[in-house]
């Protein structure tokens, strides 16, 4: 009868105790990867800036255009602006 034996013997319990070693294991690697991915982040910004920012500024313009321009490309009008 298997109600008799401990816990630890029954079959099914070993493979739940497999699955939770599992997780565990996914979890420390997932924790791992995120370091990882944080380290090479911040060597990025060290080196270029914030990422973040230069999208901001990107975005902060008419279709990529660079800062100070003005005008309306589907009307034909361009002028620079005064700064």
Do not use: W, Y
Not at 17 to 31: H, N, P, S, V
Request: charged residues 30%; aromatic residues 6%; proline residues 5%.
């Amino acid at each position: 009868m298997s109600g008799t034996k401990p816990a630890e013997e029954r079959p099914g319990r070993k493979r739940a105790c497999d699955a939770g070693a599992r997780k565990r294991a996914l979890a420390e690697q997932a924790t791992a990867d995120i370091r990882q991915d944080l380290g090479a982040l911040n060597a990025f910004v060290e080196t270029h800036g914030s990422f973040a920012e230069m999208v901001r500024e990107h975005f902060a313009t008419i279709d990529g255009d660079p800062p100070g321009f003005q005008g309306d490309r589907r009307a034909g009008r361009f002028s620079r602006g005064a700064g």
